[in-house]
């Protein structure tokens, strides 16, 4: 049984690899499990051969004759025509299996055939990785278990040990542990994709990413902000770490969000922003000045539109280069300590670190944005002329500054169109370029917010590619993804939009509120000629417009923004979709069981009545040594099934010994003839068979009193000749 | 095992590459598969330590030192899995197996025992653990291995080997054990004998020096000492069991080595050694001898023992300056031990100390006086190891 199992575990495989690699190339017409099935059957039944003697070989081939012979039968009585044409695959699926028994015996035997066959493997499993040749998946791990089986086995063989080392019962023993790496293995679904390391580029990414955050607390670095990634980059993994970082106390009663501006910028690489612009133009503070004109002018209410605002900042244990202010910033008092800040492309830096508890008072400009007013303010204020510009900046200077922030936050971007034709439908019908912005945001507060979201491919290589892999591939992330896809988009429409990273504060009511790092947020800010700067907040979640009351006309009421299905992908499970192969299963027509049954059975009654009359001739022939010699062996046979077995080592008078008191005495007398005749230099004709005889039949009896279903199997089998 | 791993770690990096560049069943596969042959040898490697048993024994009540003990261990695999790899690691220090190195290795295939009969041979008298000391497994594709300490060593207690000495080469035995000097003159009730260092002066005897050229003082009968003593020091020097068992063994061969020579001469023996006072043991006879031997095979050495009180009780004990010749056998020849040579001279005693020990050992083949104290002191140095027959 070891040395048929151990053939097999070369054998199997072998064959099994082979014909998928076959069935990979041709492209057989039958189910894969009957493919497989013929080819293990035929395997499995030239290794049993190979390991029965004589006559069990003969009873196995006629049992198969008889039962293809009653299969056949059947389907003739059924009526069940065989078109050969329909079974042509069956030659080559036998011909590869009988050659790959032939293979994997000598693999069995010979290690350097083994070597051989295993590398061969190892190179088509290589062929196959490139693409070069392709074949069922499954198989892939039978040829992986060949490559295993044969190393163990090698292993083996050069291993020096002591004790039992018999090399079949080795690898018979250690195949349940190679086949269950293999089993599991394969029950694994596996992508068509290479793997992109994207767990260990987070790790990596958030422990520097924590790192940065651990030296910007100490003041370690050059950066100063806790909770911004400071190169601007699109991060795939953010985690929240809440650390006390300001303190705002304001004096509004106006329940709205209060966005603190730190850093802007103004170039979009495709995968992070970059502060390109450093000049000099204080951009908050002009900004202030165009909306507050443009609002005045437009309105005798434009208290309605916009109210100036206080609040006082305190900046506690951090170090940072960057002082936060609303956008719309009409004054910085820094109460300790004389300014010492400037603004460089729109962002307020210190020349140096800020001091430790500091305080800041500053004044801005709050915007009623979800006022019907502000709406169509937005829709039909003009641009402003030299008439209309009433400040003690120069109208020249305005003028400078439309033509610098038209120059530092435009960009040319082409869409795709099949985003495209998505935007056109955001827009259709919108009246005017807020509104039509209005729109995106409100179609971006249905998308996916996630804080882990799928890292921006390399092939994103500028705006255009950011677009299209955001908003029709991934379709989720967190606020810099969503302020950068629509800061883009804006641009697209032909508006100046920047990208504004800093604090989002959610106020109630009048206070001082707690600044924490996990409120760093990054919104976009889109201009509108003659009416300044508005920020838009796209982040799904994230949105609370600011409005305050109209006076004698109660609350504003902001126009409806239509409705906007989510045009944008939803998240898109990709499932993988099942490729098994369907085996249509055949109609069971019990004569196609029971006449192969029948004939078997009546072919095995057959062959044990003729071996027994066969038997029965060939023992008359023999002389009286022989004969007592076979029915010796046959006793012993029959000790065996009772249980007594000869030990290895063991010599007969002593095994006598041994089982006596369990045998008796008296069915034991055949022993001694035995010993006599097989090494005494008695003459032939000394020795009877009569004491065997009587021996074996009192052993048939304990046999059938203890036994009797070995005693049934004796019956058949006769004796041992 | 080394090349085994290289060979693993190579084919695991080479499947990283190949994942990371390709998709699909073969690249997976393989790294899924390359990935999951360490564990599955682990947990193969645990299967085998928790399922596989071991037995050891040795057959004898009493086992002496240096002497082979009958000793069998059987390792045994119960289970339908083969244990591929099956090293055993024996106790070595004060102990051996008797034709088996731990270099061997055994598999052991299902449902098969392998069964050792050999001899343990322990080097020294004590209590230790002796046989298999720990078990070290291999996977099968010799990845990995583990070792894991036998929970039930055998604990031998060892008793002292008994040496029968041809010859004693420090002293002569013959000598020993005649009751004259060669070199004293006869009279009736008087003989003489060579001056010492701190015999009386009044003493000597003007004639007989006069005659030889040397002094001699008178040596009155009733002063002729008879017998030999034997000192054994029972101080132990060292806490370690590996310094301090081979030199108490050496030092309990010798005294016994000794008083069997000397029983064997029919001279009389005493053995003195110091627990809370002096302890004398008399030799001479079989009886006396074998009570000596078991006294001696349970003795208990003391890091603690006070030298300076040891020698204090064995000078103040009078059996011991009696004795013809003293041979005091010491882990410690110190200033001590030469004060009692000293008082043992003095009474005419001579004295032969053994220092065993192994710093400095010299030459174990020759037997040399390292100090020569006097006259009557020798000082002799004994390593732990090496045949006592020419060493004492």
């Known amino acids: ?721 | 095992m080394r090349r085994n791993r290289i060979i693993l770690v190579v084919l695991w990096i080479t499947s990283v590459v190949c994942i990371s560049f390709y998709g699909g069943t073969v690249s997976y596969g393989f790294f899924t598969v390359v990935s999951l042959i360490p564990v599955v040898s682990l947990i193969y490697l645990l299967l085998v330590l928790l399922r596989f048993k071991i037995y050891q024994r040795f057959e004898c009540p009493e086992i002496v030192s240096n002497h082979v003990v009958p000793f069998y261990f059987t390792l045994q695999n119960e289970d339908f899995f083969a244990f591929a790899g099956v090293r055993v690691n024996f106790y070595s220090d004060f102990s051996e197996i008797d034709g088996l190195s731990d270099d061997i290795e055994y598999e052991l295939l299902p449902h098969t025992k392998i069964r050792k009969e050999t001899g343990l041979i322990c080097r020294y008298r004590g209590e230790y653990y002796v046989g298999i000391k720990s078990v070290t497994i291999r996977d099968f594709l010799c990845l990995f291995q583990i070792t894991y300490n036998n929970g039930e060593p055998l604990r031998a207690t060892v008793v002292p080997d008994i040496i029968k000495l041809a010859s004693l080469k420090s002293a002569d035995a013959e000598v020993l054990s005649s009751r004259e000097s060669s070199d004293s003159m006869q009279y009736p009730d008087v003989t003489v004998r060579e001056y010492m260092r701190g015999d009386d002066v009044r003493q000597i005897n003007w004639k007989q020096s006069a005659r030889t050229g040397k002094l001699y003082v008178r040596n009155y009968a009733g002063e002729e000492k008879d017998g030999v003593g034997i000192i054994i020091d029972t101080r132990r020097k060292d806490n370690e069991q590996a310094v301090y068992l081979p030199v108490e063994n050496r030092i309990l061969e010798a005294a016994i080595a000794l008083a069997l020579f000397f029983m064997n001469k029919n001279i009389h023996v005493s053995a003195y050694c110091y627990k809370s006072g002096v302890e004398e043991h008399a030799v001479d006879s079989a009886d006396s001898f074998d009570r000596f031997y078991r006294s001696m095979a349970s003795e208990v050495f003391d890091p603690d023992l006070d030298s300076a009180l040891m020698y204090a009780a064995f000078m103040g004990y009078a059996g011991i300056g009696e004795n013809k010749i003293v041979f005091m056998v010491t882990p410690d020849a110190d200033d001590g031990a030469m004060e009692l040579a000293g008082w043992l001279n003095r009474g005419n005693t001579d004295v032969i100390i053994y220092h065993v020990g192994n710093d400095d050992a010299g030459d174990t083949e020759g037997l040399e006086p390292e100090v020569s104290v006097g006259p009557h002191t020798k000082l002799y140095k004994v390593p732990t190891e090496g045949n006592l027959e020419g060493l004492l």
């Not at chain 1, 015996?105 to 070597?115: E, G, P, T």
């Open chain 1, 1 to 721: 049984m070891t040395a048929f199992l151990f053939d097999y575990l070369y054998i199997a495989p072998l064959a099994l690899t082979a014909i998928s690699y076959y069935n990979g190339l041709t492209g057989m017409e039958a189910p894969a499990a009957l493919i497989y099935a013929v080819t293990t059957a035929v395997t499995l039944v030239l290794t049993i051969l190979a390991h029965l003697r004589l006559k069990e070989r003969l009873m196995l081939i006629g049992i198969m004759l008889a039962s293809i012979a009653g299969i056949y039968l059947a389907l003739v009585r059924a009526h069940e025509l065989i078109h050969a044409e329909d079974y042509h695959w069956l030659m080559p699926v036998m011909l590869i299996a009988f050659f790959s028994y032939i293979a994997g015996s000598l693999m069995a035997r010979f290690s350097y055939v083994r070597i051989g066959v295993s590398l061969l493997a190892f190179v088509m499993l290589g062929l196959t990785l490139f693409g070069i040749i392709a074949y069922p998946g499954l198989s892939v791990f039978f040829a992986i278990f060949l490559i295993i089986v044969s190393a163990a086995d090698e292993v083996h063989i050069r291993w020096r040990r002591d004790g039992f080392t018999d090399e079949k019962t080795h690898m018979v023993c250690a195949a349940p542990f190679i086949a269950s790496i293999v089993i599991i293995a394969a029950f694994i679904r596996y992508p068509e994709r290479p793997y992109d390391w994207k767990l260990f580029i987070d790790i990596y990414e958030g422990a520097l990413a924590a790192a940065d955050r651990i030296s910007f607390g100490f003041g370690a670095g050059e950066d100063g902000i806790v909770g911004f990634s400071e190169d601007g980059r699109l991060l795939s993994g953010l985690e929240n770490i809440s650390r006390d970082v300001l303190s705002v106390n304001t004096d509004s009663d106006i329940e709205a969000p209060l966005y603190l501006a730190g850093i802007v910028s103004d170039s979009f690489d495709g995968h992070g922003w970059k502060q390109i612009d450093d000049s000099l133009i204080s951009e908050r503070n002009m900004d202030a000045i165009e909306g507050t004109i443009a609002m005045r002018a437009y309105s005798e209410d434009y208290r309605d539109l916009y109210r100036e605002e206080k609040i006082r900042i305190d900046y506690m244990d951090v170090k940072s280069k960057y002082l936060f202010a609303p956008s719309k910033l009409t004054s910085v008092n820094i109460t300790s300590g004389k300014e010492n800040f400037t603004e460089r492309g729109g962002t307020l830096v210190f020349k140096r670190y800020n001091p430790y508890h500091f305080s800041v008072n500053e004044r801005f400009i709050r915007l009623n944005t979800e006022s019907a007013d502000f709406y169509d303010f937005m829709r039909d204020g003009a641009a402003l002329d030299k008439l209309r510009w009433s400040s003690t900046i120069s109208y020249d200077s305005y003028l400078k500054y439309k033509e610098h922030v038209k120059g530092t936050y435009s960009e040319e971007i082409k869409l795709s169109d099949e985003l495209s034709a998505r935007l056109e439908a955001i827009y259709d019908g919108a009246g005017s370029e807020y509104e039509k912005l209005k729109r995106l945001e409100a179609s971006f507060q249905k998308m996916k917010y996630s804080l882990n979201p799928p890292e921006i491919p390399d092939y994103v290589s500028d705006s255009s590619g950011y677009l299209d892999y955001f908003l029709l591939d991934s379709g989720e992330g967190y606020c810099s993804y969503y302020a950068t896809a629509f800061a883009l988009l804006a641009r697209e429409e032909g508006l100046p939009a920047r990208y504004v990273q800093g604090y989002r504060v959610d106020i109630d009511k009048k206070g001082t509120y707690t600044v924490t790092s996990d409120m760093a947020h990054a919104w976009p800010e889109v201009y509108f000629e003659g009416k300044g700067w508005v920020a838009f907040e796209p982040t799904p979640g994230f949105y609370r417009g600011t409005a305050w009351g109209r006076g004698d006309e109660g609350d504003a009421v902001m126009p409806s923004v239509p409705s906007v299905d989510p045009v944008f992908l939803e998240a898109d499970t990709g499932e993988i979709e099942e490729t098994d192969e369907v085996y249509e299963k055949a109609d069971t027509n019990i004569s196609i069981i029971l006449l192969p049954v029948v004939l078997m059975l009546f072919f095995i009654m057959a062959f044990f009545i003729l071996n027994r009359l066969i038997q029965k001739r060939s023992f008359k022939g023999l002389s009286d040594q022989e004969k007592l010699k076979a029915i010796a062996r046959d006793n012993l046979a029959i000790l065996g099934f009772l249980g007594y077995r000869l030990a290895d080592g063991e010599t007969l008078d002593e095994y006598r010994q041994r089982i006596a008191n369990g045998i008796g005495a008296d069915a034991l007398g055949f022993i001694t003839d035995y010993e006599e005749a097989l090494y005494s230099d008695l003459p032939k004709s000394a020795i009877k068979p009569d004491t065997a005889l009587v021996c074996n039949e009192r052993l048939m009896r304990l046999l059938k009193e203890r036994k009797r279903f070995k005693y049934m199997l004796r019956l058949l089998a006769g004796y041992n000749l």
